[in-house]
């Protein structure tokens, strides 16, 4: 299936106001270890220009569909617990949908929890990398940047956009000497070739700044979430990936200079 069409005011990374004030959260979670350093608190943001095919909740992808919130109010239940944050190398992730579709709001709240001494860390795929400043960079301490695929036709058929600008904000970051988490999620029979695993692997093998590369195994969790949104989902039939396909391709990022855990 290819990308759903999007409105032309769904690739703004202005987000839904101007204010940075306000922004709209999706969902959060306490206490994960999967999205960053230490155990972390997750915001979710809503607003997505990507349509990726194997996306687990594309009920993220309108900037509308969460909860209106105030950049104070999150600040004032995260800052209780900046004590134990640094206690367990922890801190605040803010991920999506894409976060920097709502740039002023993201911006803001991690500059605040920056300047609190929160760690900060911002999960995003790259398209709009090129709207972050210098400044801006300074307040993330991690950026952990999903690229989708090296090869273009292949990211253009999981996301329907070009990963230009996404390996161009890759280079800026390794100029910058930002550190930086590369994910990549292994789909078997549109993310799985051979040229597309070892492009990445060197790619990433290039960039001193990455400090760990994730290779995630497909999985269906987010099928329901399609279907109860009437969504016509065209990885219904695809598998996850096979351990001995999942060894090979960590192996190959191993191989080429990359910490790849398990």
């Known amino acids: ?34 999205d960053g350093p230490g155990l972390r608190t997750v915001f979710w943001l809503t607003g997505c220009g990507y349509r990726c095919s194997y996306c687990h909740n594309p009920d993220t992808w309108g900037l509308h569909l969460g909860r209106r919130v105030h950049v104070d109010t999150l600040l004032g239940d995260i800052q209780q617990y900046a004590s134990f944050f640094a206690s367990v190398r922890g801190g605040v992730t803010l991920s999506g949908g894409e976060p920097l579709m709502q740039l ?6 991690l500059r605040r929890l920056h300047q609190l ?43 329907g956009q070009h990963n230009r600008n996404v390996l161009d904000f890759a280079r800026r970051l390794r100029l910058l000497a930002r550190p930086t988490w590369v994910r990549f999620v292994l789909v078997p029979g549109l993310t799985d070739q051979p040229e597309n695993v070892t492009g990445l692997a060197r790619f990433c093998g290039e960039l001193p700044n990455v400090e760990r590369v994730e290779v995630i ?10 279907h109860e949104l009437g969504l016509d989902y065209s990885l219904e039939h695809t598998s996850p990936p096979s351990d001995e396909l999942l060894q090979s391709v960590r192996d190959t990022f191993r191989r080429h200079g990359s910490i790849c855990p398990d």
């Open 1 to 34: 299936m290819n990308a759903l069409p999007l409105a032309a005011t769904e690739m703004s990374a202005s987000g839904p106001s101007v204010d940075p004030s306000w922004g709209f959260i999706h969902s959060e979670q306490n206490g994960s270890a999967l």
């Open 104 to 109: 002023p709001f993201c911006t803001n709240f």
């Open 117 to 159: 001494d929160i760690h900060t860390a911002l999960d995003t795929n790259g398209f709009f990398g090129d709207r972050l400043s210098d400044e801006d960079l300074r307040s993330i301490d991690l950026v952990i940047l999903d690229i989708k695929s090296f090869d273009v036709q292949t990211h253009l058929r999981v996301t």
């Open 217 to 226: 195994p497909f999985h269906q969790l987010g099928r329901s979430r399609w």
